[in-house]
C-alpha cells in the first residue's frame, strides 16, 4: 500500500516469475495432493515428520487404538528396564501428555543405554517431547540412585 493525500492506494508488485521456479513442494497432512508454496515461505511438515509421527491420518489408523491408559508397571530403578520396559514407558508418557507417538523403533535399548543418553538425543528421537522424556527420566534415576534404604 502506498499513501498519497491521505488516501491509501494498491501498488502493483512486478511478477517475479524467475523467483517463481524456486519454489518448493510442501506437504499437507491428510492431503494427497502436494501445493506449490512461494520461495520464501517454509515448509510446516517434512516428509519424515509426516511418516515419524502419522500427520494428518485418523486416529484409528495410528497408534493411538493400543495406547497406555494405565501407567505401565515398571522396576523403580530404569537401570534395571528391558527393551519392553523402556518402550512402554515411552509410549505412555507420549500418550499421557497428548504427544504424537514416535517411532518406537528409535528406542530398542534397554534403561543402561537409556541412561547413556543426553537431552539432544532424546530430543533428536522425539523432537516433540524429547525434553519431557529426559526430564523424567533423569528424576527415575535420581530417585533409584539416591533412595534411603
Not at 39 to 50: G, K, L
Not at 96 to 116: Q, T, W
Request: hydrophobic share 40%.
Amino acid at each position: 500500500l502506498a499513501v498519497g493525500r491521505g488516501v491509501p492506494k494498491l501498488v502493483s508488485i512486478p511478477n517475479r516469475k524467475t523467483n517463481m521456479e524456486n519454489i518448493g513442494v510442501q506437504v499437507v497432512p491428510g492431503e494427497e495432493r502436494q501445493i506449490e508454496i512461494p520461495w520464501f515461505a517454509t515448509p510446516v511438515y517434512s516428509e519424515e515428520e509426516v511418516e515419524m509421527y502419522s500427520i494428518g491420518q485418523k486416529e484409528e489408523d495410528t497408534f493411538t487404538k493400543s495406547k497406555f491408559v494405565e501407567k505401565p508397571i515398571l522396576p523403580e530403578d530404569p537401570r534395571m528396564w528391558s527393551r519392553a520396559d523402556v518402550c512402554d514407558w515411552v509410549l505412555w508418557m507420549c500418550a499421557s501428555h497428548n504427544l504424537p507417538h514416535p517411532n518406537i523403533e528409535r528406542f530398542l535399548m534397554n534403561g543402561k543405554a537409556v541412561c547413556l543418553m543426553n537431552v539432544s538425543m532424546f530430543s533428536t528421537r522425539v523432537p516433540l517431547g524429547g525434553k519431557l522424556l529426559y526430564r523424567d527420566f533423569q528424576i527415575r534415576l535420581a530417585n533409584a540412585l539416591y533412595k534411603k534404604r
